[in-house]
């Protein structure tokens, strides 16, 4: 004989409700995914991690807040995937959070990544800003759903070519770039601003985002003899390069790009960080009204020092739930409009989007490395 026991409506929701609590979610809220991609191993997993500490510190406030959208409590949650940097990885990890049914992506790191993956959003309608990815043919895509926080290549790596040749009135000046949609993006803009203003590129020579020695490229580069070096690339390689230039004898003045200026650089650099200058992206943090308590608030709930990333994560995520808020929607279809008529006050700054989702009026600072720090020497707001 069977026996079947029946369980009734009543205690089913009961047990339920019970679960779901013992999830920290309530049967009534409405849970709203929040995709986070970036690398989270490999070379560029500071940096990601960094951007996921970013959006973790956003979406904790907003939950401490109770939000209601559409009638409902929500709570957000953070997805987060590790797209190591490999744009292959990188659309894998994009379908994935599609069908993961995120609300948002808050991503990706490298260009490189963000370019493929960038597609796969938009064929499923769903929004992503990217809060580090700088290339500019990101945002030329006529995709309707990509968004940036940050400047362009064109625009900081502009700025730093304009600056080379009309400020330090570098006469000849060499370039190296690791080869990545990123760092090459970089050289480009580089060049073509440095060109523009009277510059004279005496050495173009590459490397690749692995490479540790630089010993053939700046042998040539030192042939040439340049008054000035610019590297476009990130913070490890850019200190191995610029310590092995002094080690060459090379003289010449030291100029990256963005993913340089943190402590990284110094530290690996040593006495060769000193007069060392970049271009990076945004305004000095510490001038800005919430800027130096962010970075204190950081450190003390993730016990790391910032990177140049967390307060644009950050303000991409509450970009994104404002968005949702005023369109009264957590649906991507519903609240993309509202995200495209964004006018934010962030921690970085302003924000507004261009019609292309590129931000308007962004700015770039140039820093030095003065007595083992980074000072901030100019910045820049595009019109």
């Not at 949609?181 to 480009?188: C, I, K, L, R, S």
Request: with cysteine; proline share 4%; aromatic share 8%.
């Amino acid at each position: 004989m069977i026996f079947r026991l029946r369980t009734s409506p009543r205690v089913l929701a009961v047990a339920m409700a019970l679960t779901l609590a013992a999830c920290g979610v309530s049967a009534q809220e409405v849970v709203v995914k929040v995709g986070v991609a970036s690398p989270l191993t490999g070379s560029g997993a500071a940096y990601g991690k960094d951007i996921e500490n970013g959006v973790r510190m956003a979406v904790d406030e907003a939950n401490a807040g109770h939000p209601t959208i559409g009638g409902k409590p929500v709570k957000f949650v953070v997805e987060s995937q590790d797209d190591q940097s490999d744009p292959r990885i990188g659309v894998q990890v994009a379908q994935q959070l599609v069908d993961d049914n995120v609300a948002v992506v808050i991503g990706h790191f490298n260009s490189g990544t963000t370019l493929p993956a960038s597609k796969v959003y938009a064929k499923a309608g769903i929004p992503m800003i990217t809060p580090a990815a700088t290339n500019p043919t990101i945002t030329q895509a006529g995709l309707n759903t990509v968004y940036r926080v940050i400047a362009t290549d064109s625009q900081n790596a502009g700025n730093a070519g304009t600056y080379a040749a009309t400020v330090t009135k570098a006469k000849r000046i060499a370039i190296i770039d690791d080869r990545t949609a990123f760092g090459q993006g970089e050289a480009d803009e580089f060049e073509k601003a440095a060109k523009a203003a009277g510059g004279a590129i005496v050495a173009r020579e590459f490397t690749n985002d692995k490479a540790v020695d630089f010993s053939a490229q700046l042998t040539h580069i030192k042939g040439t003899n340049p008054d000035l070096v610019f590297f476009g690339g990130l913070d490890a390689q850019a200190a191995m390069l610029v310590k092995r230039m002094r080690q060459l004898g090379m003289k010449a003045q030291f100029l990256a790009g963005g993913g340089v200026m943190d402590a990284n650089f110094i530290k690996l650099a040593g006495d060769a960080a000193d007069g060392a200058s970049v271009w990076e992206y945004g305004q000095p943090l510490g001038t800005l009204p919430k800027g130096k308590d962010f970075e204190v608030k950081l450190k003390q709930k993730y016990g790391v020092d910032m990177l140049a990333y967390a307060p644009f994560a950050y303000d991409a995520t509450w970009v994104a739930i404002k968005a949702m808020e005023k369109a009264n929607s957590v649906k991507p279809a519903e609240y993309n409009a509202a995200l495209k008529a964004t006018n934010y006050d962030g921690i970085t700054g302003k924000i507004a989007f261009t019609q292309t989702g590129d931000l308007k009026n962004p700015s770039s600072t140039m820093y030095q490395v003065k007595n083992v720090a980074w000072a901030p020497v100019m910045t820049k707001t595009a019109d």
